[in-house]
């Protein structure tokens, strides 16, 4: 049934509401943690995906591996196809998640996800393998937009920072076990040459397929349902998560201070996102882009030649360097745990440009130790996995910045348009230009290389300096007015005799 054929979906009326403020006033609950495990865990299998492909290049080339491809076609071709299938699927995806509901297509980009990847395991040919390959990146491609939108609009404001830097960062858990589980899978005394590569995208499957079944659980957004007349659903669903909270605490909630006048209409066109994003919220609009395109740009420094790095200069076997790879990530994975707490409480203008200033200016201090010769292969990874603590916190950051800063109607397409042009910038020119420079086995180059990912890093640092948005603890509302607001108004305390908009109240007071 489509959202004009559901009988409570009513738009064109102007109602007042309090949902967004009684979402934002729960304490954290076992709930909140259905919504973490249901929506977050993708990241995971991303990080999987992405590192498993890149360490089996050798493998799946090699004859007897069943499929006739060549190390560079699967870290060229099909790698480049991947990033195509994300960045066009982030905008495909994001358009609908904004006008169809966050719920509807977090189902169906993992799904995507799910079939493309279990049909790459059965790849004969590379023409197939580079078919699947893409549509696997369009389904991911659509989740960012689906679910960083419906992670804000769900998590209370107070840990909304933290819990989004964690959820993003949780790719490199996936990463961590992708580096593993390569090992594994290389090694032909435990699992045949033709074998390994492809259990390791059924494996993929079948995890997505658990979080498919989990998310079963996860509503709609409660804001999202508002603004497209379907309020009576937006009550239900508050009310029954405010029973669970209170069941849980043994105690009864307080009531929700502020209130909302919105004009519930249907969609919003792309020339009215085009006009808020890039005319009325310019300078966020900017903010977006350094923080995309700097991140984008110190990790492909890095990671994209990490490999070669290590072999050409340390004489690392290529086969052990996924044990360097697993340090890494692991790194990666403990900046946004450890951190993420301070985007809440310290702010996050202070953590965003903090954490770009100072990953840039240690990647500073390690391109000139790497050019001294003071490093070696142990402690190059220590310096990366310093650099990287610092860098993982505030890409993670650059996600929840451009999913807080823009309003509510045009949240899935922001964050899919600077998903995609940071995704452009790290998996196109970033590999163009870093291949070139670590690749040349000199020493000079690969300074270079680090420096130029050092000098965005440090150059978005200081954007964030001047532009960054004080949203820790505030309101999605208060931050960016939605556009179908007639008025914000914030009240001391709800209507007499209600909980806050709760079942003793009318879930919405409208007028036509």
Not at 11 to 34: C, Y
Not at 215 to 221: I, K
Not at 321 to 337: D, E, H, Q, W
């Amino acid at each position: 049934m489509s959202e004009a054929e559901t009988p409570t979906a009513r738009t064109g009326r102007t109602i007042t509401t309090n949902i967004p403020a009684r979402l934002d006033r729960l304490p954290w609950s076992r709930w909140h943690w259905t919504i973490v495990i249901g929506l977050g865990t993708v990241w995971i299998l991303d990080g999987l995906e992405v590192t498993v492909v890149g360490n089996i290049a050798g493998r799946l080339s090699e004859s007897g591996s069943g499929l006739a491809i060549s190390s560079g076609q699967v870290t060229g071709v099909a790698a480049a196809l991947y990033v195509a299938g994300a960045c066009s699927g982030a905008l495909f995806w994001g358009r609908l998640t904004d006008r169809f509901g966050r719920r509807n297509l977090f189902m169906i980009t993992l799904a995507v996800y799910l079939a493309a990847t279990a049909l790459t395991a059965f790849s004969w040919q590379a023409w197939w393998f580079f078919l699947f390959r893409f549509l696997t990146g369009f389904g991911i491609g659509g989740e960012y937009a689906a679910i960083n939108s419906a992670i804000d609009e769900l998590i209370p404001a107070a840990y909304r920072g933290r819990v989004d830097l964690v959820i993003n960062g949780s790719f490199w858990l996936g990463a961590v076990g992708g580096s593993l589980l390569s090992i594994v899978a290389l090694n032909t005394d435990l699992l045949a040459a033709n074998l390994g590569w492809r259990l390791t995208f059924a494996l993929g499957a079948v995890l997505a397929l658990v979080i498919l079944l989990v998310r079963r659980h996860v509503p709609e957004s409660p804001r999202w349902l508002l603004i497209h007349g379907r309020d009576r659903e937006a009550e239900e669903i508050v009310s029954g998560i405010e029973r669970r909270v209170e069941a849980e605490r043994g105690e009864r909630l307080p009531d929700a201070e502020g209130e909302l006048e919105i004009h519930q209409r249907k969609s919003v066109s792309f020339l009215e996102i085009a006009r808020t994003v890039f005319g009325r919220y310019r300078r966020r609009a900017v903010l977006g882009f350094s923080l995309f395109i700097g991140q984008a740009f110190l990790y492909n420094a890095i990671t994209f030649g990490f490999g070669a790095i290590l072999t050409k200069f340390y004489d690392v076997p290529a086969d052990h360097t996924g044990y360097y790879f697993a340090v890494i990530a692991a790194g990666n994975f403990c900046g946004p745990l450890l951190l993420g707490k301070l985007f809440d409480t310290v702010g996050r203008r202070v953590m965003i440009s903090s954490t770009y200033l100072l990953s840039g200016l240690l990647l500073f201090g390690t391109a000139w130790l790497f050019d001294r010769g003071a490093l070696s292969a142990a402690t190059l990874t220590a310096c990366w996995c310093a650099v990287l603590f610092f860098a993982s916190a505030g890409a993670s950051s650059a996600y929840l910045t451009v999913s807080e800063i823009f309003p509510m109607e045009t949240r899935a397409m922001s964050i899919a348009f600077f998903y995609a042009i940071g995704t452009a910038a790290g998996g196109i020119s970033g590999p163009l230009l870093f291949a070139d420079l670590t690749g040349t086995g000199r020493v000079r180059d690969t300074v270079l290389a680090f420096s130029i990912g050092a000098a965005l890093m440090c150059a978005a640092g200081l954007v964030a300096v001047f532009l960054a948005v004080r949203a820790e603890g505030r309101s999605l509302e208060d931050i960016a007015r939605p556009l179908t607001a007639v008025a914000s108004r914030a009240k001391a305390a709800a209507r007499p005799g209600s909980r806050g908009g709760g079942p003793s109240a009318p879930p919405a007071a409208s007028r036509p």
